[in-house]
């Protein structure tokens, strides 16, 4: 009987001891698979917290390349049609008025900053080496009287030798081109150059308004058959346009006035006969100055 208690005490310590090992195993297993998914978790959002950041510097680059194609078409050629209205500020009031006149202008726009402020506007300055137009005239009125035969579009008491004479009066009837039956008409020639201040702004995609004012330095010639008269001036513009990528349209206005030179060469036979000097007066220039205005609409390719 005491050898049975004996062994049965034995086999009870026997199984509470396993059951203790058993446990403790259990125990263990449970925090070791806790510390390996606290670990995974750890890792999953580190290289989360890494696709978030390699995300944005992606993002970040693709808007950098998206505003630099938008803003990178900073030259540009201009193809203008206008109609200008020109009048005589000096002597006797005649106006002309514009049958066609056509230009062409190269230029580039140099921006101050390189990154839009408020992500839409940007301050500039546009230059360029090169504006020609041409435009052909026709003269619509001049003086207040009816002109005479003997000098077109002048009144009655008036000099006809105060300066433009066969140009302004649209009738070259004393050119030698005209004696052989020839009448090229009256026709202006500018070459400029322009510069000035400019702003752009772009609402949306690759959309730019701009609105923009330039000085023109300017060189003209008017010609009528053999009479040729050319003067130096600054002419203005102020106008603005419409861009989407390469394509652009736009209106701007321009006004001058230039102070003309007109060759001579005809003697004067009064002062030829109260002079006894002739020859002094075979070549000689007239003044005149000419103020212009009008409005120049365009289409230009920007690239």
């Not at 995300?55 to 050629?77: I, M, P």
């Not at 070549?283 to 005149?288: A, L, V």
């Amino acid at each position: 009987m005491g050898i049975k208690r004996f062994a049965a005490g034995v086999a009870l310590s026997f199984l509470v001891l396993s059951a203790a090992q058993a446990q403790e195993i259990k125990a263990d297993s449970i925090g070791s698979g806790t510390g390996h998914r606290n670990e995974r978790s750890d890792s999953l959002r580190i290289l989360s917290d890494e696709l978030k950041q390699l995300k944005s510097q992606l993002d970040a680059g693709e808007k950098e390349r998206q505003v630099e194609t938008v803003w990178k078409r900073k030259k540009y050629w201009k193809l203008g049609f206008g109609i200008p209205s020109i009048e005589r500020t000096d002597g006797e009031a005649m106006t002309w008025k514009t049958e066609f006149a056509v230009s062409l202008q190269r230029g580039k726009t140099a921006y101050f900053h390189s990154k839009p402020l408020w992500g839409m506007v940007k301050f500039g300055i546009d230059y360029g080496f090169m504006d020609l137009s041409y435009a052909k005239l026709k003269l619509k009125t001049a003086g207040t009287a009816t002109a005479s035969s003997s000098t077109p579009a002048t009144s009655p008491g008036s000099n006809p030798d105060d300066g433009f004479d066969e140009i302004v009066s649209d009738d070259p009837s004393g050119s030698l081109l005209s004696l052989a039956g020839v009448d090229l008409g009256m026709h202006k020639f500018e070459y400029g150059l322009h510069v000035g201040p400019s702003i752009s702004v772009n609402p949306w995609k690759g959309l730019i308004v701009a609105a923009y004012f330039h000085a023109l330095p300017t060189a003209s010639g008017i010609l009528e058959n053999d009479s040729f008269s050319y003067g130096f001036g600054c002419a203005l513009s102020a106008g603005a346009s419409v861009s989407y990528k390469a394509i652009s349209v736009g209106v701007e206005g321009v006004w001058s006035s230039i102070k003309y030179k007109q060759a001579s060469f005809e003697d004067d036979e009064d002062d030829e006969s109260s002079s006894g000097e002739g020859s002094a007066d075979l070549f000689g220039t007239k003044d005149f100055r000419l103020k212009q205005k009008g409005p120049r609409f365009y289409i230009a390719l920007r690239f």
